[in-house]
């Protein structure tokens, strides 16, 4: 450290499932670079806890989403081999819609057509189901209607969180990145040829800086491209599994699923991890406060889950959850992410509710942008230049 506090090539600020993913490529890479986080991840405040984030590899969201999950696998199997955890279960993935082209799932209509259409475009492994073949192949799913059609991936599964992201870090930190935590960002000043990085403690000066913040992306971002952010608050909910028969090791696929013929009828969930189911449904209900919020969930939400999703449609659960937790994310107007490069900063967010099984190649991408190079994935279509067409 000098007189102008920390020099750096490449500083990157927020290392949560995006940021701690380009400082594993930048250190890889030997880059000098230094890690900025607020609070000590992985952690509970930002967008990345929960011990499970659905993965799956044909992207009903739009096609160009496909080469990043397939990137991100790799990286996360990599970090596997290296560190010896286990960060990726490929336990299967189940989509079913009562009524495809009627319901919609993160703001596509048709989503199981659009998922089936990627995979069949990308040859991903995959079967079409009907409801006798639901019920029959997956006895934990219950209250079927008889007429649902699902779309089932047994190379897709669930990721686990908060492993990925201290991997991530710990391999950025042997391969030599510097990891500042408890030290919150104030501040970003872009200069012809560097940037100043103001901190609670210390000024940063580095060439380039990434600014990956989650749910805090509108503080730091320039007002321009932060104002496309919304913060939604989400509620998860862990059901103690109370009849196991019904959840037998490798049937239990992670899963999104549209019950009535009404898109709000919607929940997702995972196979059983330490006895309990967790469940959750994406909420777009009102702007979340990101500082001043409580992270407690209201003692009438478990409840509510419980009546209108889990008891009717799962088997072997509790009545009511044994814990919930709040976890709040950022979301765009059309539900894509947010890339914006320019002089000086890269502004990055694998956002509104299905990131994070691509994070590990967006951060790639941020990283090679960083310095200066072109990312080989299909990034201009995340710009926020889109918002203003
Ligand atoms: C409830 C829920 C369920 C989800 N389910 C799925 C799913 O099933 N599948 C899927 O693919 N995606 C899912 N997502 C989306 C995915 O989890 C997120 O898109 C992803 O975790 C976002 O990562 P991030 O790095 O952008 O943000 P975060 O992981 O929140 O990281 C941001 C980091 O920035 C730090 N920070 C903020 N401000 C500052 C500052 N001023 N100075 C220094 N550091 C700062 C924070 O401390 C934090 O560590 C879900 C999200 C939520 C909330």
Redesign the pocket.
């Known amino acids: 450290m000098n007189a102008m506090g920390r020099v750096c090539d490449v500083a990157v600020?927020?290392?949560?499932?995006?940021?701690?993913s380009a400082l594993y490529q930048l250190a890889k890479r030997g880059i000098e670079a230094v890690g900025?986080?607020?609070?000590a991840?992985p952690?509970d405040?930002?967008?990345?806890h929960?011990e499970?984030?659905?993965?799956r590899q044909a992207i009903g969201e739009g096609e160009a989403y496909v080469p990043l999950v397939l990137r991100s696998n790799a990286i996360w199997e990599e970090l596997e081999s290296v560190t010896g955890e286990r960060l990726l279960e490929r336990c299967g993935f189940l989509f079913m819609t009562r009524d495809d082209a009627g319901t919609s799932h993160h703001g596509h209509a048709g989503f199981l057509r659009r998922t089936r259409d990627a995979a069949e475009r990308f040859k991903i492994d995959h079967e079409v189901l009907d409801a006798a073949e639901i019920g029959a192949r997956f006895p934990q799913f219950i209250g079927l209607a008889g007429d649902e059609t699902g779309y089932y991936e047994p190379g897709g599964g669930?990721?686990r969180?908060e492993r990925c992201?201290a991997a991530s870090l710990s391999e950025a930190r042997r391969a030599g990145a510097r990891i500042v935590t408890g030290?919150?960002?104030?501040a970003i000043e872009r200069g012809a040829d560097q940037v100043r990085i103001r901190?609670e403690r210390e000024e940063v000066v580095a060439r380039h800086a990434i600014v990956?913040?989650?749910?805090?992306?509108p503080?730091?971002a320039k007002p321009e491209i932060g104002r496309h952010v919304a913060i939604r608050r989400?509620?998860?909910h862990w059901f103690p599994v109370h009849d196991i028969s019904a959840y037998r090791a490798g049937l239990t696929p992670?899963f999104i699923w549209t019950h009535g013929l009404d898109s709000a009828e919607q929940f997702?969930g995972f196979p059983p991890i330490d006895g309990l189911v967790k469940v959750?449904r994406e909420d777009d209900a009102g702007d979340f406060d990101i500082e001043q919020a409580s992270r407690e969930a209201d003692f009438d939400e478990g409840p509510a889950m419980a009546a209108r999703h889990v008891t009717r449609h799962l088997a072997g659960l509790a009545a009511l959850p044994s814990k919930s937790a709040v976890?709040?994310?950022?979301v765009t107007p059309d539900t894509d992410f947010l890339i914006s490069s320019e002089e000086g900063a890269t502004v990055?967010?694998?956002?509104?509710?299905?990131?994070?099984?691509?994070?590990a190649a967006v951060g790639e991408a941020a990283a090679a942008l960083s310095i200066g190079e072109l990312s080989s994935l299909d990034l201009p279509q995340f710009g926020p230049g889109r918002f203003n067409t």
């Open positions: 600020i927020g290392l949560g499932a995006v940021g701690s900025i986080d607020r609070f991840p952690h405040r930002g967008s990345s929960g499970s984030r659905i993965t669930y990721l969180p992201i030290m919150r960002v104030c901190t990956a913040t989650g749910p805090w992306l503080q730091l989400q509620v998860l992670s997702y959750a976890c709040p994310y950022a990055v967010s694998a956002c509104s509710g299905h990131g994070f099984k691509h994070a």
